[in-house]
């Protein structure tokens, strides 16, 4: 079963992902995609990740898939040619897997994987965020949610590329999961319940 989370910015997908992961024994890919096309790219991975974060747009249209759209630069475009590969490549190696973001909900329909959305509400996301703040990173719940914001517009126009789907539209994903107020530990044991059941 192929697993897939969309989530927005502070809202514990990627918790959640992992934890639900370890759960049910499944390999997990996140960032180890962004290690696989630095590696494969021979490019930093910082770039990489910054590349395909952009929220750039150019108009220069180009096909991804198979449809005709805008593009971020000549760069970040092979980047995300580069990623959908190997997400199609892990897919056929017919394991179980979740992967979170990078829209492989799409990328992999035709696979038909289970996917989710997690969410939270905006003081909820911050209260996340400031917890894991970097070094040097400011504390200001404005300035942080100024950030949410302007990662999640990101996050809407890299869908763009590759659906004319809306992105956190619930008729996109077959679970939609509020953390707010909720132990992300508790609603991964209860979501992999979940899964367990379906597979029967």
Known sequence: ????????????????????????????????????????????????????????????????GHTMMPIYSASSTDLMVEERKIIEEIATQGKDFIIVGRNADVILESY???????????????????????????????????SIKKIDKSRIRTRTIVTEREWGDASSYHMVINTTGYDIKLLAKITAGAIKELQK
Request: proline share 2%.
């Open 1 to 64: 079963m192929i697993i897939t989370i969309s989530r927005q910015f502070g809202s514990g997908g990627r918790e959640l992902g992992k934890r639900l992961a370890d759960l049910l024994g499944y390999d997990y890919y996140d960032k180890e995609i962004l290690d696989q096309i630095a590696e494969n790219k021979k490019l930093d991975k910082d770039y990489v990740e910054k590349e395909l974060s952009s929220a750039a747009l150019k108009n220069i249209p180009v096909s991804f």
């Open 112 to 146: 038909k994987p289970f996917n989710i959305f997690v969410c939270a509400d905006m003081d909820a996301r911050i209260d996340r965020c400031l917890k894991h703040l970097r070094d040097g990173e400011s504390s200001d719940r404005k300035a942080m949610e100024k």
